[in-house]
């Protein structure tokens, strides 16, 4: 059976000439009040008065069924009343039946009526739409979305989709419709709401030149605005009981490890720069001295950056209650999402291979290969962060940052992976002004490689993955000390 003969007969024709029809979104609530109402909505809410009693009854109707736009030319109030709030009011292609085509629901409050605009001789999908299937508590439903446009598409037919597939590639209206087994009406229409949707690329606009598709879409989706969905501490999955426990920060792991000293405050104290000093000194340093990084300098660098300071209990009466991770550094939500991995290849102290820093007992636990497909990721590792510094210097120690997605993502929802990437910028700085200030080689490097790193450290990556490597070694004598670069600066200034 053919795309065309499943189709309800009136797409698959000439004659069948889609219908428009226009209701509120479904979590739009109407309150009325004799002529006056208020729309209670994602956005907020809004009173409206002296509406007149007929169209509060039909604007409340629009709550539960669907209105022709046909019918609007005898209603200039209620028309009205949808153009001021637009982003308030789903569009739906349906045949003359009421099947529905596809429906364009707004998610922005930029959104306005998209009608279905007369679409150019050819037509092309933007690069930056693309499509997906919704979880079943959204019925499945299939939808094309897009960073640049400020509605959702949900596509109810197969035909919708074929439709969308055809104009992947600049073609006519008529082509596409024909490739999709509509007919030439329901191609106009389909192609006309697209346009008024934005997700065609109509070539006068034009689309942002310098934007990366992920890179947007992550851009628009981890702050609210351009979306309609839940955002922030929702504590989305209520399927997932509790915070998923890290090793290390609530009971000890098993296995050996080494303790890493504490260091003496007072010591660091006195020797430290002033924080000025530090700031303005900072630098990524690409060269080291003979004699490698010790054993004693990585662990204080590692207990003054990263370590566990303290566990606050969580409310066990507390459905959302969590066991609250102070560290040195600040984090949203102090889930203690990140860890951090050393891959040794230069330290005095220490044998080369991969160890994980427990933060809260302040040790190393080594993790062996598991076969020479480890150590060939521990090579690969190494490679990469060599290449990450223009291939300038010999890795003594790399550090790599992972997050434990599901320690944000359990609390946090469409700014997870954001908040874990700020918190990474966070430990950056940290790594880089304590080891400027105990006049150690800091260099944060740009990327990594995310399959190598898996398999080096033995993770899945899906659940705990590298979001940042940072390179610490032994700074070499001829590059200059904070202290005198800092001096240096303000006798410059002074002297500018």
Avoid: N
Wanted: hydrophobic share 40%.
């Amino acid at each position: 059976m053919t795309v065309t003969e499943q189709l309800p007969p009136d797409l698959a024709t000439e004659g069948g000439a889609p219908r428009t029809l226009l209701r509120l979104r479904p979590e739009v609530v109407v309150t009325a009040q004799g002529d006056d109402l208020e729309l209670s909505h994602p956005w907020g809410r809004q009173r409206v008065h002296a509406l007149g009693a007929e169209t509060v009854q039909r604007l409340a109707a629009l709550t539960h069924s669907h209105l022709d736009v046909d019918e609007l030319a005898g209603s200039g109030r209620l028309f009205h009343l949808l153009q001021r709030f637009p982003y308030l009011v789903t569009t739906t292609l349906a045949d003359p039946l009421g099947e529905p085509l596809a429906s364009a629901v707004p998610i922005a409050r930029s959104a306005g009526l998209p009608g279905v605009v007369r679409p150019p001789a050819s037509v092309v999908l933007s690069r930056f739409a693309y499509l997906r299937r919704l979880p079943e508590e959204h019925a499945g439903a299939c939808v094309l979305e897009s960073p640049t446009a400020p509605f959702r598409l949900t596509l109810h037919q197969p035909a919708a989709g074929a439709f969308v597939a055809a104009v992947t590639a600049s073609r006519s209206v008529a082509e596409a419709a024909l490739l999709a087994g509509i007919g030439p009406a329901a191609g106009q229409a389909l192609a006309g709401l697209l346009a008024g949707a934005g997700f065609l690329d109509d070539g006068a606009t034009g689309e942002p030149p310098l934007w990366d598709f992920h890179d947007l879409l992550f851009h628009a989706r981890s702050r609210p605005g351009r979306h309609d969905y839940p955002s922030g501490g929702v504590f989305a999955h209520p399927e997932v009981e509790q915070l998923p426990a890290i090793p290390g920060t609530g009971a000890r792991e098993d296995g050996t490890g080494i303790d890493l000293p504490v260091p003496d405050w007072d010591a660091v104290l006195a020797r430290d720069p002033a924080l000025s000093e530090v700031l303005e000194g900072r630098r990524s340093v690409r060269s080291y001295a003979e004699t490698p990084v010790t054993l004693d300098q990585l662990g204080e660098l590692l207990y003054r950056v990263a370590r566990v300071r303290r566990i606050i209990p969580g409310d066990p009466s507390d459905p959302h209650g969590y066991d609250i991770v102070d560290r040195p550094y600040p984090a949203g939500g102090a889930t203690g999402e990140l860890e951090v991995y050393l891959s040794v290849v230069r330290c005095d102290g220490l044998v080369p291979g991969v160890y994980r820093y427990d933060a809260a007992a302040h040790r190393l636990r080594p993790r062996p290969f598991a076969g020479p497909g480890d150590e060939a990721a521990f090579r690969e590792l190494m490679t990469a962060a060599w290449r990450a510094t223009g291939c300038t210097v010999d890795p003594q120690v790399l550090l790599t940052v992972t997050s434990r997605f599901g320690r944000l993502s359990w609390k946090y929802s469409q700014i997870a992976y954001a908040l874990t990437l700020k918190h990474v910028g966070v430990v950056y700085q940290t790594l880089y002004l304590v080891a400027t200030a105990m006049g150690l080689a800091p260099c944060g490097l740009g990327s990594g490689d995310t399959d190598a790193a898996a398999r080096a450290l033995g993770l899945d990556w899906t659940a705990e993955s590298s979001v940042g490597e940072f390179l610490i070694g032994s700074r070499p004598a001829d590059v200059p000390r904070t202290a005198h670069r800092f001096t240096d600066m303000v006798a410059q200034a002074r002297e500018g």
